[in-house]
């Protein structure tokens, strides 16, 4: 089994006033070539834009972009034709593809968004644009995991790509396991709340791990959590 840790003081930070942003990947202005991608997981940047406020009309090509708002509400436009509005137990996946223009503004005036987006490269080019969304029961996934981002699962949003992402909401004082889909995998583990410890290793709030060359992952839940494993090929 192979590791690599990322503590949350670690990551790169950009405060640009409007937006708060957190980037656990090299990405824009933060460069770390220690920490580019894990395996086809290119970006991780944990989000907060100011009331009102947000991504203008920008190009993308070639990318699975999820977005998975943690709070507060996020207002998406396409040049598909896609006008949506995600929020807390939604995932949102867009297929970029040949190439799309889209911008992500919060939909609130008086409160702000917290969102990851997330970027993954693709398992085939130059697909055309596609834009898939979908609202999850939380209760689905109390005290085990539940998937939400899968090429082949129809309760999922599709990604073009052999990737699973899941998330759980576990309490404090068990045990569970999270099986990697497949040996050419690795599992990367972003604790959203709580702390929880697998292998040698101690998670707090917004850490993350990757493990790969390993099958079965026990995680002992120290206190009560929240987790999102992003399943990903190791090879891109």
Known sequence: ??????KAETRGHANHGWLDSHHTFSFANYYDPERVHFGTLRVLNDDIVEGGMGFGKHPHDN???ISIPLSGDLEHKDSMGNTAVIRENDVQVMSAGTGIFHSEYNKNKDSKVNFLQIWVFPKERNIKPRYDQKTYDP???TNRFQTVVSPTDPEAVSINQ???FSLGNFTSGQKTNYKISSPENGAYFFLLEGKIKIGQETLEKRDGIGIWDASTLEIEILEDAEILVMDVPMKN
């Open 1 to 6: 089994m192979k590791t690599i840790i990322h």
């Open 139 to 141: 209760k689905d996934r």
């Open 162 to 164: 052999d990737a699973y």
């Open 63 to 65: 990318m699975e972009i």
